[in-house]
């Protein structure tokens, strides 16, 4: 029997039991006189070679010397995209933000290609179209996506001049030219000096002026609304900051504040995630959540010579490990919220984040995805930090014995995410929570199940981003609604969104196999529900039971138990319905003199779900034959 593992020796929670006591971490370890003691010269603590150190980058680069380089003469020739007014404005006038990213993503990709071509090489060869790059993006108005710049004052996706917006994408290429400035100011002024100037002026600009003149970007979660979360944006966009003062800024005493202040902001990022350490936004966005914390912190801590450094706090390795314990196996990953059910890691940020905290299981995990994408690195993007980074730990990556999590249950007691494996090929996931999540699904009380490491009873995901997306209209779309995931539909009315819709008695029950909670406070006063009682059972050596005891205050409409599957449901035998997929076979029994069954076929037209599931998934729906006040249903998911 494989091990049991429990994060935190709780098995009871509800949402009441938040500390409300901020951690603070960053400010515990270091107070703004210390810090300004701490910080070191960057050529102390920068440990990659000079541009002119062939040696140390033939060193650094090793196997991939040659690869890099290839990649790089792919854009010799690349013809620098312009993205016009009107690509900003498709945002507004139809919710499209492809128009717009998808050129500018092909210019920062072509110039880190480049860039790193050249670090490889160290000819020259490659350094007239950085040139080109760095100046056309210079010459930008805005870094930001035009998804991003309604924030501005004037509420419009075309950049604004009079105001500067620190986003995702402007935060990532001020990192990215500060390092390139790092490496290549010498070599630019060789060409000409205004290069150099006009790449740290453009970074005094848009990124180190306006953090420190304003506190009010949403994301600094300086001023938190009730109700308020604070997600990926957070660390993502403070790390990059940091980037760029530890690499521009000169001046002793403005670099601290800086540093100091992205201190206090990562703070809100620490303080908003339960102790558990469980990513709320699903593993697509742990690289982005907690990976991005990791960069930070890893930033912080060499910036430092490790003398501010949290990576032995427990919650920290909990938020590191949760991508280890969320992979079901052959590229599948337990996909809440806006998450993707497959998945492809980054092995070389899991090993570096489960070296820095300690983790044996992350450092084989990550050996186990390098394994299985045959390669270890190409350039991460616009990502120069973690390019970098996973050059400088690959031979030691590489020389991991790669291994997977081996825990048989994993429960996150505040956060509510259970998984439980059994003997018999069953991976079982569910949640309970609320319904104001970062990057929320209306799923409170949902589950997902696998078989034989095959998706059986799924959730969808989410499609292609618009302004919809995250918008009033965020609910209209047919992802995110309850009714749409593994739950009921009580007295015909599905989930509604908001903190306040949430879950109680949520019980983790390792001698049970059991997980169970109360989901009637995720409805509204029109489901007109008193308690409903959901209780999931993984049988060890067969499949998984599930029993709804419910009370309603009044009958309205019939409920509706609704089942997302990828295979499609075959009903023709009353009470045992049947699901193939990829050559597993589940069936799932009901009471027939209890439902109708009937299934829905979802015709998927949006690449980013059809490119996961295919052209179609399906909803199995159960229509209670007869009403009742009180009762309970029982279902049986088993292999044929």
């Not at 809440?336 to 940020?349: C, E, H, I, T, V």
């Not at 394994?371 to 120069?384: A, L």
């Not at 489901?527 to 005891?549: C, F, H, Q």
């Not at 009370?551 to 990828?566: A, D, R, S, Y």
Request: aromatic share 14%; net charge neutral.
């Amino acid at each position: 029997m494989k091990r049991f593992l429990l994060i935190i020796p709780v098995l009871f929670f509800t949402n009441a039991a938040i500390a409300s006591v901020p951690r603070n971490l960053l400010q515990k370890a270091a107070t703004p006189e210390q810090l300004k003691e701490d910080l070191i010269p960057r050529d102390q603590w920068i440990k990659y070679p000079a541009y002119n150190n062939r040696e140390g980058w033939n060193a650094l680069t090793g196997s991939q010397k040659q690869n890099l380089i290839k990649h790089g003469e792919k854009y010799l020739d690349y013809k620098w995209k312009v993205v016009t007014a009107t690509d900003y404005l498709e945002y507004e006038r139809s919710g499209n933000r492809k128009i717009m990213e998808d050129p500018f993503g092909s210019n920062n990709l072509a110039l880190s290609n480049l860039l790193f071509a050249e670090l490889a090489e160290g000819k020259g060869r490659f350094m007239d179209q950085i040139i080109n790059g760095v100046w056309h993006t210079c010459e930008m108005s805005s870094w930001s996506l035009s998804a991003h710049l309604p924030v501005q004052k004037s509420k419009r996706s075309l950049p604004d001049f009079h105001e500067e917006i620190i986003d995702l994408t402007s935060g990532d290429m001020g990192s990215f030219l500060s390092w390139a400035f790092y490496f290549m100011h010498d070599e630019w002024d060789k060409v000409n000096p205004i290069i150099s100037q006009r790449v740290r002026y453009e970074i005094q600009k848009r990124i180190l002026d306006p953090y420190m003149a304003r506190s009010d970007y949403w994301w600094q979660a300086f001023q938190l609304r009730p109700g308020q979360v604070v997600n990926n944006w957070n660390p993502w966009c403070n790390a990059n900051v940091l980037a760029c003062f530890l690499l521009m800024e000169d001046d002793r005493d403005k670099l601290s504040n800086a540093v100091y202040k992205t201190m206090k902001s990562v703070d809100q990022f620490i303080n908003y995630v339960k102790e558990d350490g469980a990513c709320e936004e699903g593993p697509s966005y742990w690289g982005h959540a907690a990976g991005k914390l990791y960069d930070y912190l890893q930033l912080l801590s060499y910036a430092t010579k490790d003398r501010v450094s949290i990576f032995n706090n427990s919650m920290i390795k909990n938020m590191g490990e949760y991508i280890a314990r969320s992979y079901v196996g052959n590229g599948w990953v337990v996909n809440f919220a806006d998450a993707s059910a497959k998945w492809k890691g980054n092995p070389g940020l899991i090993f570096r984040y489960g070296t820095a905290v300690g983790s044996e299981m992350m450092k084989q995990f990550a050996s186990y995805i390098l394994e299985q994408q045959g390669k270890y690195t190409d350039v991460e993007g616009r990502d120069f930090f973690r390019t970098i980074e996973n050059l400088a730990s690959s031979q030691e990556l590489q020389q991991t014995q790669p291994a997977l999590p081996v825990a048989t249950f994993t429960w996150y007691p505040e956060t509510q995410f259970c998984y439980m494996k059994n003997d018999n090929g069953f991976f079982f996931a569910a949640k309970g929570g609320d319904n104001n999540e970062s990057h929320n699904h209306n799923d409170v009380g949902t589950f997902s199940l696998y078989v034989n490491e095959t998706p059986m009873l799924i959730d969808a995901g989410v499609g292609t981003y618009t302004r919809q997306t995250f918008s009033s209209e965020r609910y209209s779309i047919w992802t995110m609604q309850s009714n749409y995931h593994n739950l009921p539909m009580i007295n015909g009315i599905p989930e509604k969104f908001g903190s306040q819709y949430h879950a109680k008695d949520a019980v983790f029950n390792e001698k049970k196999h059991s997980f169970s909670l109360d989901i009637s406070s995720a409805y509204d006063k029109d489901a007109s529900v008193k308690k409903w009682m959901r209780t999931y059972t993984l049988m060890p050596d067969g499949g998984l039971n599930i029993e709804d005891a419910f009370q309603l205050n009044e009958i309205k409409n019939p409920n509706q138990l609704n089942f997302l599957t990828w295979g499609k449901p075959d009903i023709s035998n009353p009470g045992n319905v049947r699901i193939e997929k990829n050559g597993s076979k589940v069936q799932l029994k009901y009471d027939a003199a209890t439902f109708d069954a009937h299934v829905e076929t979802i015709t998927l037209d949006d690449p980013r779900l059809s490119n996961v599931w295919g052209a179609e998934i399906y909803r199995l729906s159960l229509t209670a034959k007869k009403n009742r006040l009180k009762g309970k249903y029982k279902f049986a998911i088993n292999k044929f």
